[in-house]
């Protein structure tokens, strides 16, 4: 059972990058996904999630048209569309699964955690 978050790099300002965050040993399904980002030096911090049909998403305010999370529950893999990156989106970026049929921020209710990939934005 593990979450394996992938698909992060180098790239400059303005530039985009597409996460993803494929599901292995359960039915994703059953579970909404979070994206959540650590920079260095900093603590944690909610990014956007997808509720289990994917009808529902929420953003921080920071990627707010900016980002968009997506899922694919035929692939169990769920994405996040990175446009317009700017230099304080560099962070290792985590994927999360919560039993909640909703969107929720609050990472104790996440009880799997993939291994980061790591974004870096810089020119």
């Known amino acids: 059972v593990q979450l394996q978050a992938f698909g992060g790099g180098l790239m400059q300002p303005g530039g985009s990058l597409r996460l993803a965050c494929a599901a292995s040993?359960?039915?994703?399904?059953?579970?909404?996904i979070g994206w959540f980002r650590q920079a260095p030096g900093q603590e944690r911090e909610f990014v956007a999630s997808i509720s289990r049909g994917g009808g529902s998403t929420d953003y921080t305010d920071s990627v707010k048209g900016r980002f968009t999370i997506s899922r694919d529950n035929s692939k169990t893999t769920v994405y996040l569309q990175m446009n317009s990156l700017k230099a304080d989106d560099t962070a290792t970026y985590y994927c999360?699964?919560?039993?909640?049929?909703?969107?929720?921020?609050?990472?104790?209710?996440?009880?799997?955690w993939g291994r980061g990939t790591q974004v870096t934005v810089s020119s």
């Open positions: 040993g359960f039915t994703v399904n059953d579970y909404a």
């Open positions: 999360a699964r919560t039993r909640r049929t909703s969107t929720t921020r609050n990472q104790a209710l996440y009880d799997l």
